[in-house]
């Protein structure tokens, strides 16, 4: 569903505490970036307020044109994504690592890998297991393992473990998922 949030009555009529998730983008057709972080804030405390008291929160991505005014979206449900930020870091890296130039291009290719969340059933991984052996399970099945999560019920936020030390130990069970790259299935 795409829309205008800024209208009278489009979040109303929309069903938002059934969402998993929920994107505020700025858009480069306002007459300045200014205008557009202001537009992304206005409809994030929308978002907080129609949703407050609500059981089930969706996860908010709010696209900021200036880092200055993350400070302005930041919270326990609220993530914000700065583009000129995050190219800057890329180009940084490409000007300190040439050799990453391979990676980022088949990372950001049309048909490149994605990040997805998989159940530790999907790799066949049950009961106590280490990272390496998890690892070793996810790249058995052609992905690369970057991370773990485990869910938590109600409230409580998830816990995502990036990379951890091989030797880490967890429970594989229906609560934690497996951060993959991957090809797809």
């Known amino acids: 569903y795409e829309d205008d949030y800024l209208l009278e009555g489009v979040l109303e009529k929309l069903p938002l505490a059934d969402y998993r998730s929920i994107v505020l983008l700025t858009s480069d057709r306002l007459g300045s970036s200014e205008e557009a972080d202001a537009r992304a804030i206005v409809g994030h405390r929308m978002l907080e307020a129609l949703l407050e008291g609500q059981d089930r929160q969706p996860h908010r991505i709010i696209e900021l044109a200036d880092a200055a005014n993350e400070g302005l979206v930041r919270g326990a449900r609220a993530e914000t994504l700065i583009p000129p930020l995050l190219m800057s870091h890329v180009l940084a890296q490409l000007a300190l690592r040439p050799e990453l130039g391979v990676v980022f291009n088949a990372l950001f290719a049309p048909d490149g890998p994605e990040l997805e969340f998989h159940p530790c059933a999907h790799y066949r991984v049950r009961g106590s297991t280490t990272f390496a052996e998890f690892d070793a399970s996810v790249a058995e099945a052609g992905d690369l393992l970057v991370g773990v999560r485990l869910r ?19 429970e594989a069970n229906d609560d934690l998922e497996a951060l993959v790259l991957t090809r797809g299935t």
Do not use: Q
């Open 152 to 170: 938590r019920a109600g409230d409580v936020p998830h816990e995502l473990v990036l990379n951890p030390p091989r030797d880490t130990s967890f």
